[in-house]
């Protein structure tokens, strides 16, 4: 795959994991269609390793994506 997935986009192999908030686009599946999310690369509250979490997700019910779950990022 290319670095460049289109249009700004980029593949998220290169994503920003400095914990400053990106823009990912999520792959549909059965818990919905594709979306764009804002996230940051941070640990969950209880967790031991870092992940994507959701800008707008609670502390109480993180949401949260493995690397899997996302395709393409550009900074916000």
């Known amino acids: 795959m290319a670095e460049t997935v289109n249009q700004g986009w980029a593949a998220m192999k290169g994503a ?3 914990g400053e908030r990106i823009l990912v686009t999520v792959r549909g599946g ?3 269609p594709p979306e764009v999310d804002t996230v ?4 969950p509250r209880g967790a031991h ?4 979490i959701a800008t707008d997700s609670g502390p109480d ?5 493995e690397d899997d779950d996302l395709v393409a ?4």
């Open 61 to 65: 019910a993180p949401v949260t994506y």
């Open 30 to 32: 059965e818990q919905g």
């Open 40 to 43: 940051r690369w941070a640990t």
């Open 73 to 76: 990022w550009m900074p916000l």
């Open 49 to 52: 390793e870092k992940c994507w």
């Open 16 to 18: 920003d994991r400095s």
